[in-house]
């Protein structure tokens, strides 16, 4: 039975488009601007993500020099270049081959923070697993992404820089814990697949190996 409370068919297939649709965007950006009032939309649907003891505990850095955005990639590519000799021999290359971020061509990069001490010492929520804070911020960037999706907006996700780069060069307080480092624009396309996934570096993984009932790894399926 469908709930009184549930979208529209189309609503709904909005929805699930943008969740399924959405991509971590590298090397498709393009160079036409992020109008300020869409930008504001997004950081506006970043602003309403699920906050622990709503203690709404982000900040939003918009980047948009280009002398900056320079300065980043340059920790990225140190970051990159360390990154490459972790991993074995047979997959280094192909690692070093894979576009990884867009910072110098995105027209906005956003830097996405979390202050921990927001609301003070003690927060519904957070008083025995404190890193929640944390999670509530990855909400809200889960929350851009897919809106900006729904928008035909690209963002890409750069995890690759090390955080005490951005703390020096955004000058962060040490209250404030480094989220996600975020290229923002238009797009030429999005891949109908993650561009791993597609160049086989691992696979989807099937749902029903993921899910289990009652205590860890008992399936449906599960023998005892």
Not at 141 to 168: C, D, H, M
Request: glycine share 6%; hydrophobic share 40%.
């Amino acid at each position: 039975m469908q709930s009184k409370h549930s979208f529209s068919e189309e609503q709904k297939a909005g929805v699930y488009r943008a969740i399924k649709q959405r991509r971590d965007i590298r090397a498709q950006f393009t160079d036409e601007p992020v109008p300020e009032k869409l930008l504001n939309k997004l950081l506006v649907a970043a602003h309403h993500a699920p906050s622990v003891g709503f203690m709404q505990p982000w900040n939003f850095l918009i980047i948009r020099d280009q002398e900056t955005k320079n300065k980043v990639y340059e920790g990225f590519a140190k970051a990159h270049a360390d990154s490459a000799e972790m991993f074995t021999r047979d997959k280094r290359e192909t690692y070093r081959d894979f576009k990884l971020e867009g910072i110098r061509e995105s027209p906005v990069n956003l830097l996405v923070t979390c202050d921990r001490k927001r609301t003070g010492p003690v927060v519904i929520g957070r008083t025995v697993q404190p890193e929640m804070d944390l999670f509530s911020t990855v909400c809200a960037v889960q929350n851009l992404w897919l809106a900006a999706r729904a928008e035909g907006i690209g963002v890409g996700w750069v995890s690759i820089i090390y955080e005490q780069e951005l703390r020096t060069l955004f000058s962060l307080p040490d209250s404030v814990a480094v989220i996600a480092y975020l290229c923002i624009g238009h797009v030429t396309n999005f891949p109908e697949m993650p561009e791993l996934e597609k160049a086989g570096w691992l696979p989807r993984l099937p749902l029903e190996e993921l899910i289990f009932y009652e205590k860890w790894g008992k399936t449906l399926h599960h023998k005892v």
